[in-house]
Structures are given as C-alpha cells and as structure tokens.
C-alpha cells in the first residue's frame, strides 16, 4: 500500500464534526503503523457550509468530491435550518453528492453485535447473530423522478405530487450489485417494492426476474411487497441476507432494520457508483445515524458507526480487508472491555465520552498489532 489515497472529509453538522475527529485518529494510527498514506482534505457541507456560502455545497466541494478516491461523510440537518427553502436545506448537500456522483448503490448493513445483543428493542433470541445487507436504490425513484412541484388546477385545486419512475438500466444496475453481493454472503436476495399496486413496482419485478434469470440463477431469489417486508423485519429479521429496494422503501426499511440492533450509533454505510475503466468507482461512506443536533458538542456521540464506515471505505475501495478486518476487532475489543457511549449505555458498564471510545479502538489497535 504505497499509493497515495486521496481522501475528503465532509463532517457536516451536529455531531458529524466530533466523530470524525474520533475517524481521523484512526486514519493516522493506520498511516503510521500499516504504512498506508492518505491525503486527507476537508470540505464544509449542510447547515454549515449553508452559514459560509449560502447554500449546501458549493461547485467546489463537488468537484473535489469527484476528484477524491473516497469521500467520508458525518452527517447534515438542524432544528435552525428548519425554515430554510427546499433547495438550500442542508439534506439538499447530501442528495446532490448523491446524484452527481452517481452513487446508485447503497450498502446499509444491520448488524448485532454480540455485546450489543441486549441493546435491541426486540427479544435477544431474536436478533442476536442478526447480520443483513439493504441495498438501497439512491440517485432514482421518488426522490428525484419528475414531474415533482405543488400547482393549482383550473378549478383552484391545489396539489402537491411527487414521481415515483424507474428505467431498467437503474433497477439492473443496483440489482446486480445486490446478487453479487450476495453471492460472497448468504447467497440470498430479497428484492422488494409494491408490484401488487404500483406499475414502477411490477416493472422492477419483472426487471429482477429476468436479470436473475439471466446472471444469478445460482443465488436464491424472493419478491416481497415493501410492507411485508417492514413487519417480517421485526417478526423474524433473520431469514434474511441482502435486501435491494427502491430508494423510499429503502430509505424506510434501512431506519427499521437499523433499529432492530438497538444502535443506530453503531451502524455504518456505504453509497457506491459504477468502476471505471481503471477499476475505480466513485464511493462516498457514511454512518447511518443522523446530525443529533441534541446532543452536539458535548462529547456523548458514539464514535463507532463513523469508524466503521471508514472500515467499509477500506474494504470497497482500498481492498484492504485485512486492515478493516484489524479495525473491526478493535471496536469489538472496546465494546467488550464494557465501554459504552450514552446510546449503546447499559446496566453495569462503564460510561465513554466520544474521545474515550477513540482512545479505546486506538489501545486496542495497538494491542491487536502487538
Ligand atoms: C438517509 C436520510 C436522507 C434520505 C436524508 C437526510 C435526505 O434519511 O440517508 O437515510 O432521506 O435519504
Ligand atoms: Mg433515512
């Protein structure tokens, strides 16, 4: 590992800037004992680069967003940025990263931690060993399908209306990245949508099918409706192993699934775009937990999801399993040594502010590499 990877660090808002404090001793400890080099910039994104320059990302960023090899998302949003219009929202920093990186796949693992297995909502035989993939559908569908808007009819009727639309291209695209995912896990796929009412639903079913039936009859394939699909999360969330979806139902079906390991500060992800010629796909990673806005500042953010999806980073687009393999360990380590940030706190552990959860991955690291 010689070359250098050029990395940009988009914090964003709320909690975003202090866990990735927490991400960026992790890098260093990695440069400096795996010889690994990183090129590490930074870049204002959300409410906070709406404050600087009125808007949620600047050309700038973008264009330094497509130039980085990866990009390492915190998080966006705050209650004081609740009045601002739609287009200068902090969200609208993220959904534009999203579209004109042409992250079409998104990888939301849900996953229990052993440690963790008492932090669910859910009974622990329930979800313990829990371990699934959603693969979220994330530059199509609803959120940018066409016409959108809010406009009155000639009897003065006023609506608003959104475009749920998907091409084949797009369903096939996230959907193969879901069966070849598969294929290096449980071999199983649940594709899911709302074929019994929608027409974009029966089409991407249909569209499923015949890529199946095409590529991947060796993974075991089922279609289930969306709804289906939310209560089977909570009934028995085990009988699955990677789920693609739409970007709504995704967007959904991934807080619930989150939800199930009872730590959505633990969960990690990871927005992937098609490899280029040379190999290399334009990815950006991102913990799962929003902004937090409660909590900002006071050192209580649980550090781990955005370590973790710098693991993810590591995995997708270094292919340096083994070094996400050593880094996983160490948050495993720190979770069994009983230290707990407020989210993940439970009776008889020990209590960690953001930075003591760092130092704790950091100790166990060093021990791990002897
Ligand atoms: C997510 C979030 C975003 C989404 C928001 C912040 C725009 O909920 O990443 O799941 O709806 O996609
Ligand atoms: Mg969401």
Same mark, same amino acid.
């Given at each position: 590992? @010689?070359?250098?990877k050029r990395i940009l660090i988009l914090a964003g808002d709320g909690i975003g800037p202090e866990v990735m404090a927490q991400v960026e001793r992790v890098m260093e400890w990695l440069a ?6 990183f090129e590490v910039s930074g870049g204002l994104v959300g409410g906070a680069c709406?404050?600087?320059?009125? @808007?949620?990302l600047?050309?700038?960023t973008?264009?330094d967003a497509?130039?980085a090899?990866a990009v390492l998302f915190g998080a966006v949003g705050g ?11 902090p969200?609208?920093g993220i959904?534009?990263l ?5 992250? $079409? ?6 996953? *229990?931690?052993?440690?963790? =297995?008492?932090?669910? &909502?859910?009974?622990?035989? !329930? ?11 994330? &530059? ?9 808007? *809010?406009? &009155? ?11 749920? =639309? $998907? ?9 193969? *990245? ?12 649940? #594709?899911?949508?709302?074929?019994? =009412? ?10 499923? @099918? ?5 590529? $991947?009859?060796? =993974? ?20 699955? %192993? !990677?789920? *693609? @979806? ?16 009872? #730590?959505?500060g633990m969960l990690p992800s990871a927005s992937?775009?098609? #490899? ?7 990815a950006l990673y991102e913990p799962v937990h929003g902004s937090a806005p %409660?909590i900002a500042g006071q050192g209580l953010a649980n550090p781990l999801a955005a370590i973790l999806s710098f693991t993810m980073m590591l995995?997708? #687009? ?9 880094i996983?360990?160490?948050v495993? %380590? ?7 940030t407020? %989210? ?5 552990? &020990?209590?960690?502010s953001t930075e003591a959860m760092g130092d704790?991955v950091l ?8």
């Open positions: 590992m @010689t070359s250098n400096a004992r795996r010889a690994f080099s709406y404050e600087a320059h009125g @808007t949620p600047t050309d700038e973008l264009a497509l130039a090899d209650p004081q940025w609740d009045d601002v219009a739609r287009h200068a929202r969200e609208m959904l534009r999203r579209k004109e990186m042409d992250l $079409y796949a998104n990888l939301r693992p849900a996953l *229990v931690f052993d440690p963790l =297995v008492a932090a669910s &909502t859910l009974k622990e035989d !329930v979800v313990r060993g829990l371990d699934l993939m959603i693969v979220r559908e994330l &530059t199509g569908g609803i959120y940018f399908g066409e016409p959108r808007g *809010v406009d &009155t009819l000639a009897d003065g009727t006023r609506r608003g209306f959104d475009t749920e =639309v $998907y091409s084949a291209f797009e369903i096939e695209r996230v959907c193969r *990245v879901a069966f070849e995912l598969a294929r290096r896990r449980g071999n199983r796929v649940h #594709s899911v949508e709302k074929a019994n =009412v929608m027409e974009s639903g029966k089409f991407w079913r249909d569209e499923v @099918t015949a890529l199946h039936a095409a590529d $991947y009859a060796d =993974v075991e394939l089922q279609h289930m409706y969306a709804d289906n699909c939310a209560m089977q999360l909570v009934r028995q969330p085990r009988q699955f %192993d !990677v789920i *693609v @979806t739409g970007n709504l139902f995704g967007d959904l079906l991934s807080d619930c699934a989150a939800m199930l390991t009872g #730590s959505l992937l775009g098609a #490899s280029d010629a040379g190999g290399r796909r334009k %409660d995995r997708y #687009s270094f292919d340096a399993a083994d070094d996400a393999d050593l996983e360990g160490a495993q %380590d720190a979770l069994a040594q009983g230290l707990r407020a %989210d993940i706190m439970q009776d008889g552990m &020990t209590g960690a704790a100790g166990a690291l060093d021990r791990r590499a002897g």
